[in-house]
């Protein structure tokens, strides 16, 4: 059993700054590729930026540049760290992982959710 567990949001002004946390537990053989996606209410789920193993990342048009992703592979958490937030970043964000487990089956996780509030 594999679960991913987010921490770190909150509300903050704008202009701000706020760290997201999303760690991977259970039998893991390996951790692939961990993301960020975040969701408002009425709206589809979108992608915030993802990062691989090996530490190549990508970013949407939206967060490029004030926004950072980054991960430790020792510890299977992945962060995003998120500056210069505005009151459109206000959303619930997602943790996803792309997981090899322990009995060598390949799956998509997701965690249950952080809410970022930004209030302008």
């Known amino acids: 059993q594999v679960q991913l567990v987010e921490s770190g949001g909150g509300l903050v002004q704008a202009g701000g700054s706020l760290r997201l946390s999303c760690t991977a537990s259970?039998?893991?053989?390996?951790?692939?590729?961990m993301g960020w996606y975040r969701q408002v209410p009425g709206k589809q789920r979108e992608l915030v930026a993802t990062?691989?193993?090996?530490?190549?990342?990508s970013y949407s048009d939206s967060v490029r540049g004030r926004f950072t992703i980054s991960r430790d592979n020792a510890k299977n958490t992945v962060y995003l760290q998120m500056n210069s937030l505005k009151p459109e970043d206000t959303a619930v964000y997602y943790c996803?992982?792309?997981?090899?487990?322990?009995?060598?089956?390949?799956?998509?996780?997701w965690g249950r959710g952080t809410q970022v509030t930004v209030s302008s």
């Open positions: 996803n992982a792309d997981i090899l487990n322990g009995w060598s089956v390949r799956d998509n996780y």
């Open positions: 259970g039998s893991i053989f390996r951790v692939n590729i």
């Open positions: 990062i691989s193993s090996a530490g190549s990342t």
